[in-house]
């Protein structure tokens, strides 16, 4: 029986000591260093005796901040990444709610750990590497952890741009690594090709597979996502064969017509996550890198990953990307608006709920907010059992596969008509020459905006074509052209920012 993901580590670190764990341009840690270091860090965490409380760590994107994350862990402590780029007043507003018992950081960011912190001890992450490990404390901590002990704390924020704290325990990591390893072929070989942020949960699959398989991850950076060259030559030279990217990076590569000058040779899985991804650049990678497994993952921060779609069949580029199955030991219900089951075989839509161990413990300090997505399971009234509400507008296909339309709250009521923003998203992604899109609604002046991103600036050619896909309630009252998307931390479409820039009601 698993309890902490320390016991992955410690399985790696037996079998594969000298072999590399975790690189980026600066720094190189084999499991044996990780694993000394992360002891050693812990010793010094455990000694605040401030068991399953958080810890914030507050560094640049590393190999050394993932072994300060298993370093909080040995210390009893749950981590909580800090994206150092964030704005002050969010960085204020997640420290209050956070209240951390410590800080972990690196001498450039001392200063702002300092005052972002003024009621906790900071700590830089070199002079905790140096500490002497305490065996008989990080023994004693060990022994109080259970699988259901907070592992991490993610900040993400909603529709309101509140931040709040997803509160993320060990069981829904192992589970996942547990599941992975029977659905795919992952083992010591294999190098994994970080893009996203540490403080992103996608990142899990490059922090946690090197634990469970005794393989690697290597931090690409982030320049190189816009000159497709080098990426493409950095993943060649360091012989990497798992990626997990959000959409827009593998967009990227496709709309700058990546592949033309190389292509990757040793890519085996090609994952990707966090909002839907573009049929018409899938097509590209899998015209040029035909031979890797493709596989659509889908699952918001409060469930990880909880369904799962591996490519077995062609889709045109105007077709919809199912989201598929559960992934192991989750179960998918598919609720009306009267919390009525849909089941696989009809086509009626509605919200996605999930149950089982890959939920999220809820939101840290915020219990009103997790009573309004943690519920009691409408279906069980015999005795508690808590699923949770994404939000997310599904349905099934013929195949009895899952399939994304939209968020609730961006479906919208014009004319009379119930309408999906994402679905004139869809549409409009299909044109010609149309990179990205997206769609916001002014209720004020009831008006749809499509924003989009390409090489395709006629709006009278956009609307055209549009007016082909979608019915005439649904197109766009305004069409705006952007030579970028905004971005949200987390690199999805910023929809919030488009609002308060375009929207005035």
């Not at 192992?174 to 942020?197: A, C, R, S, T």
């Not at 019915?471 to 030579?483: A, Q, S």
Request: overall charge negative; glycine content about 6%.
């Amino acid at each position: 029986m698993v309890r902490s993901v320390l016991e992955f580590l410690e399985a790696s670190e037996g079998r594969f000591r000298e072999c590399c764990a975790y690189e980026d341009q600066n720094r190189a840690y084999t499991f044996g260093e990780a694993a000394r270091t992360a002891r050693a860090i812990g010793s010094r965490i455990a000694s605040l005796n401030a068991h399953q409380r958080p810890v914030a760590v507050l560094m640049e994107k590393s190999a050394s901040m993932i072994v300060a994350f298993l370093g909080v862990v040995y210390g009893g402590c749950c981590y909580c990444p800090i994206d150092v780029t964030m704005p002050s007043d969010r960085l204020h507003t997640i420290f209050s709610v956070l209240m951390p018992a410590a800080v972990i950081t690196e001498a450039s960011q001392s200063e702002l750990a300092k005052e972002l912190s003024a009621d906790c001890p900071v700590f830089l992450f070199d002079d905790l590497a140096k500490e002497p490990v305490n065996d008989g404390l990080l023994a004693e901590t060990r022994m109080r952890q259970v699988d259901s002990d907070p592992l991490y704390i993610l900040f993400t924020s909603g529709s309101t741009g509140v931040p709040k704290g997803v509160v993320v325990s060990h069981k829904v990591v192992i589970n996942n690594m547990e599941w992975l390893e029977k659905e795919y072929d992952f083992g010591h070989e294999d190098i994994l090709g970080n893009q996203v942020p540490l403080y992103f949960d996608v990142s899990d699959h490059d922090i946690y597979c090197p634990l469970k398989f005794g393989c690697s991850t290597v931090i690409i950076p982030q320049e190189y996502f816009t000159f497709p060259a080098k990426l493409i030559g950095f993943l060649n030279e360091r012989h990497v064969t798992a990626i997990f990217w959000v959409p827009f990076a593998l967009s990227v590569v496709a709309n700058l017509h990546g592949f033309e000058a190389d292509v990757p040779k040793t890519l085996r899985y090609v994952f990707f996550a966090g909002e839907v991804m573009p049929v018409k650049q899938l097509n590209y990678w899998r015209q040029y890198v035909p031979d890797a497994l493709y596989c659509n993952m889908y699952g918001p921060t409060e469930t990880y990953v909880c369904t799962y779609f591996n490519l077995t069949r062609e889709f045109a580029d105007d077709e919809q990307l199912p989201i598929g199955r559960p992934c192991g030991n989750i179960d998918i219900l598919v609720l009306d608006e009267q919390n009525r089951l849909i089941l696989p075989g009809s086509s009626r839509k509605g919200e996605l709920c999930v149950r089982g161990c890959t939920l999220a413990s809820g939101y840290y300090n915020n219990p009103e907010k997790t009573a309004e997505r943690f519920v009691q399971n409408p279906l069980n009234p015999s005795y508690p059992e808590i699923i949770y509400r994404t939000g997310d507008l599904v349905s099934y296909n013929d195949e009895g596969e899952l399939l994304y339309h939209d968020r609730l709250d961006f479906q919208i009521k014009r004319l009379g008509y119930r309408i999906e923003l994402g679905e004139i998203e869809a549409a409009a992604g299909t044109v010609s020459g149309v990179g990205e899109c997206a769609c916001v609604y002014d209720s004020g002046r009831q008006m749809i905006l499509l924003f989009y991103t390409g090489t395709q600036t006629d709006k009278k050619v956009l609307s055209k074509s549009l007016s082909g896909k979608i019915p005439r309630y649904m197109m766009p009252n305004r069409y705006i052209y952007l030579d970028n998307m905004p971005r949200n931390a987390n690199g999805k479409i910023d929809r919030k920012h488009l609002k308060e820039t375009y929207v005035q009601g």
